[in-house]
């Protein structure tokens, strides 16, 4: 099949907010409903018209919830009773295949996108599942102490400081990028909270080479996209966000095996065949919205996809560069590490709103020096960097 | 035969009917098998039913140098669960084995992490826990 038929024939027609961060009293169930109906009011739907539904991802349930949220029973409560249905057990990065897949075979018309946490004021540890088993851990490795996605992406990070020479000074540059987008982004959790680059080296190590401000924080909250085809979006009320490319590879394994500079990494495999549908390359684009779990993912996704040479990543990852009015902004709403922790979702929904001119103060092409990017890239990335989806946008008329 | 450390182990070994033999053959006998396939004649890493390299059922365990270089290599010291804690600092890294596949275990005795190098030359010591009842791989450099 030629892919490049597919181009622009899929668009993201809405996005659903709901208050992020430490919002107490709430159960994640409250989220992924207010978020959904956030994004079906967006598009001008009617919830009624989703016929495809698609929860992020499982994860264990936290106290203040009563039930694990699973999709068949978020529906029941949202009231629609949708033809496609599904939730990730685990970490692949499989949605936005599956939202245009149910479209392009007919069974669905509008497929709804979310993800909820009550992950702040639930204290998600991310080793619950060693509680979950009764103390007993999940797999072989936690007798060796090794227990947290951080561990596991900080020996990723760690190698690339042998491989490609970048370390801490890097990550001390986009971890402050990040900030400097957050702090023009009323929404972020790290609005007018400040950060420099000595605060940042001021900070221990928690897993030696990575500091706390390496890695994203778990936040209450939810959020929500809809994907229909573009000929249908042209009929709705936000300008069509249309996926111009995209490109997904779930690969295999352990995030200790991961292999920094790997010429067929997920990001390398579904990077290229979003490049390819859309006709595209990296000189095309103008801004990047990359999923950023941890600093270096930021580096590692951006080098696999082709923006610079990995052992020059140093030139390119700077804060004049990446941050607010630089050449390439990356992650222009403070991302993962600094807006809020919504999965894929977090990337996404910034993509749109930028793309949809709807960012405020941190708008591309109403801030001085900056321009509204005619491609903007996405990623997504799970199973500690072995999978990933690549969406390059357009903005549609 | 690699020398044996008494350690106490933050959690318990869970181990499966795939790695059972590996476990058991550390903890009772000392000594360092890995999954090799008949077939393609090629060691590989975690032990499974089939070969990852060719596919082949015809795999078995056979005793391994337990010599490699350190892929990469971290040190634990925040408690990202209450039971860690009393073990901080805690190192741990990948191993790439000179029969070929990488392998993951404890880096002991190595000083300051920041100036233990990747590719540096180790080998096995076994990390024995009396009261779990049970043994894991540990490096120490050359």
Redesign the interface.
């Known amino acids: 099949m030629d892919r490049t038929e597919l181009r622009n024939k899929y668009s993201i027609v809405g996005v659903g907010y709901t208050p992020q961060g430490i919002v107490p009293g709430r159960s994640a169930a409250s989220f992924y409903l207010e978020a959904s109906m956030n994004a079906i009011n967006d598009a001008g739907l009617k919830k009624e018209d989703i016929d495809g539904l698609i929860l992020y991802r499982d994860f264990p349930i936290l106290k203040g919830d009563a039930f694990h949220h699973t999709a068949n029973v978020v529906t029941y409560s949202l009231g629609i009773r949708p033809k496609f249905l599904s939730q990730e057990s685990y970490c692949y990065r499989t949605n936005i295949n599956k939202a245009m897949g149910a479209i392009e075979n007919g069974t669905c018309k509008y497929v709804l996108i979310v993800f909820a946490e009550s992950g702040r004021t639930g204290r998600r ?3 619950d599942e ?1 509680d979950t088993f009764g ?14 996605a ?2 596991n992406y ?3 990070a ?2 690339a ?2 491989e490609h020479g970048t370390g801490p000074d890097l990550w001390a540059d986009i971890a402050v990028a990040h900030r400097k987008w957050a702090n023009l982004n009323p929404n972020a959790i790290q609005y007018n909270k400040p950060l420099t680059k000595a605060d940042y080296l001021a900070t ?7 500091r706390a401000l390496d890695a994203t924080a778990s936040t209450d909250g939810g959020r929500a996209i809809i994907i229909t085809t573009t000929e249908r979006a042209r009929e709705l009320k936000n300008p069509p966000i249309m996926i111009r490319g995209y490109g997904s590879a779930n690969d295999t394994s ?1 995030g ?2 991961l292999t920094p500079g790997d010429p067929a990494s997920s990001a390398v495999v579904a990077g290229r065949e979003a490049f390819e549908m859309a006709g595209l390359g990296p000189k095309d684009i103008g801004a990047a919205q990359i999923y950023d779990c941890y600093t270096y993912t930021v580096e590692a996704t951006l080098g696999d996809y082709g923006f610079f040479e990995k052992k020059k990543a140093r030139d390119f990852m700077t804060v004049e560069n990446i941050g607010p009015g630089g050449e390439f902004p990356v992650n222009t709403g403070g991302g993962l590490l600094s807006e809020g922790y919504y999965m894929g979702m977090t990337p996404i929904a910034e993509a749109v709103m930028q793309m949809s001119e709807r960012c405020g103060d941190r708008q591309l092409g109403v801030m001085p020096g900056t321009r509204l990017p005619e491609f903007m890239i996405v990623s997504d990335n799970g199973g500690f960097y072995r999978s990933n989806e690549t969406l390059i946008l357009e903005r549609g008329k | 035969m690699a020398q044996v450390l008494k350690v106490n182990l933050p959690f318990d070994l869970r181990t499966s009917h795939d790695n059972d033999l590996f476990y058991k053959t550390a903890h009772e006998k000392q000594i360092f098998i890995l999954p090799y396939c008949n077939s393609c004649d090629q060691y590989f890493w975690p032990g499974a039913f089939i070969c990852q390299h060719c596919g082949s059922t015809d795999v078995e365990w056979k005793e391994a140098s337990g010599h490699g270089k350190i892929y990469s290599h971290v040190e634990g010291r925040f408690p990202f669960h209450k039971a860690i804690k009393e073990h901080l600092p805690i190192a741990i890294c990948s191993v790439t084995l000179d029969e070929g596949p990488r392998v993951f275990g404890r880096l002991v005795n190595y000083g300051d992490i920041e100036k233990v190098s990747c590719d540096a030359p180790v080998h096995l010591v076994w990390l024995q826990d009396d009261e779990k009842g049970c043994t894991i791989m540990g490096f120490e450099l050359d």
């Open positions: 540890t991310w080793t060693i103390n007993q851990p999940y797999d072989e490795y936690a007798a060796y102490g090794n227990i947290s951080f561990t900080a020996m990723f760690r190698r400081m042998h221990p190590f928690l897993s030696w080479p990575f352990k200790w095996q």
